[in-house]
């Protein structure tokens, strides 16, 4: 008797939740639900979810939500770039993009502003921004793709985050890398993410230095992610195997959320 009345769900229409849980699955297990005849008897299968009540069917949209981080830091290659763009691509001016309006986004003092380096990494100093300005720059002209739905080509100058967790001696062997910002936005980046060739510690947008509106005075740019994996205004980064979660992704969010 049980289980014929876990299948009854007051309040919940199980086909728009079979559409929901579909959206949170990457392209390959989609096309093979979809193909399995992608009901709601495979969905409670696949999760292993008893869908009784709202508050189960979110649990599980949470098992899928976390299926579909794990399936996609699987097949992610850190060897394949985001693609990149033209001069003539780029957005003049590029979109403003927060969970608060842009007169209320952090006035950050460059002066006194220092990034603060902790966690599984040799060298716990504080870096001021003249030190991270001498750093090499390398620079990218890439996508921004927000969750919202709505995309924006922008030209980024920094330092590859790669190439600075060498230099403080980061244990890349680590899980995640953490980090909190002026306005305290938080977000983890999995270390294999961090390690790609570019993501970047950003200091400038199209070659000057970057806006406020935009992150001043760092910002770490990923275009292998969907934008709020993009922290602006960064004061910490700390390397941990504690996954620390972020801003949107205690808010249930996919923590991978590739692009």
């Known amino acids: 008797m049980r289980k014929l009345r876990s299948l009854i ?14 959206k949170l699955m990457p392209d390959l297990s989609r096309r093979r639900f979809i193909a399995s005849g992608a009901s709601f008897g495979a969905l409670t299968l696949l999760t292993g979810c008893d869908v009784s009540d709202s508050l189960s069917a979110e649990n ?5 939500s976390k299926f579909n981080d794990m399936v996609q830091a699987r097949i992610f290659n850190p060897n394949t770039l985001a693609p990149t763009y033209s001069e003539k691509d780029i957005k ?25 380096v902790s966690g599984l990494v040799q060298n716990k100093k504080s870096w001021t921004l003249d030190e991270l300005h001498k750093l090499p720059e390398v620079s990218q002209i890439t996508r921004h793709i927000c969750v ?3 995309s924006a080509i922008g030209s980024w100058q920094g330092t590859p985050l790669r190439d600075f967790l060498k230099l403080v001696g980061a244990d890349t062997n680590a899980k995640w ?21 570019q993501t970047q510690m950003t200091f400038k947008f199209d070659n000057q230095l970057l806006p406020r509106a935009y992150g001043f005075p760092m910002k770490i740019r990923v275009p292998t992610k969907l934008g709020f994996k993009n922290p602006k205004y960064v004061v ?3 390397v941990t195997n504690d996954y620390k979660g972020g801003y949107w992704e205690d808010q249930g969010y996919n923590d991978f959320s590739g692009s």
């Open 92 to 116: 003049r001016p590029f979109p403003f993009n927060a969970f608060y309006a842009e007169d209320d986004a952090p006035d950050v003092d460059g002066k006194e502003w220092k990034l603060e």
């Open 236 to 238: 910490a980064m700390e």
């Open 60 to 64: 599980l949209l949470t098992h899928m």
């Open 177 to 197: 890398v953490h980090f909190r910002c002026a306005e305290d936005y938080t977000s983890s980046l999995d270390m294999p993410t961090a390690m790609h060739a």
């Open 148 to 150: 919202e739905g709505w």
């Open 9 to 22: 769900i007051p309040g919940i229409d199980k086909d728009l939740l079979v559409k929901d849980a579909t």
